[in-house]
Structures are given as structure tokens and as C-alpha cells.
């Protein structure tokens, strides 16, 4: 089974997370990014632990 989630639920033109058992996938086309459970594991807890925060957008441009 494999869950979806997208970067921008206000659109289907987004990229997208895309998490099975093997592997998780991030982006979109060739813009993608692929990483191992274990890989995504330690980014998980690097944000529970409040080692990863929120990136303020550069002046200018609003978040989408």
C-alpha cells in the first residue's frame, strides 16, 4: 500500500510524498528525491526533536 500526501493540498499539480515499505519517494517527474525507511526515519526524528524547524520564505514571495 502506498501513501500520498501532498505538498500543496490546495492543488493536484504539487509535488507529492510517496511512502511504501521499500522506499519513499519526494517531488515530482525527474525532480525527485528517493529515500531508504531508515533514511526517512532519522528525518522524522530530526523534526520531533526540533532539530528541523519551518523555513521562512525569502522576502518577497509568500509561501505556497
Given amino acids: ?3 500520498v500526501v501532498s505538498l500543496c ?3 493536484s ?3 507529492v510524498v510517496e ?11 525527474r525532480n525527485r528525491v528517493r529515500l531508504s525507511p531508515a ?3 532519522i528525518l ?3 523534526i520531533k526533536l526540533g ?3 519551518e523555513v521562512k520564505a525569502p522576502e518577497g514571495r509568500e509561501a505556497s
Avoid at 511504501?20 to 517531488?27: A, S
Fill in 9 to 11: 493540498p490546495a492543488c
Fill in 19 to 29: 511512502i511504501d515499505e521499500h522506499e519513499i519517494r519526494i517531488g515530482e517527474g
Fill in 51 to 53: 532539530e528541523l524547524d
Fill in 44 to 46: 522524522v526524528q530530526s
Fill in 39 to 41: 533514511e526517512w526515519n
Fill in 13 to 15: 499539480q504539487c509535488p
Fill in 1 to 3: 500500500m502506498i501513501k
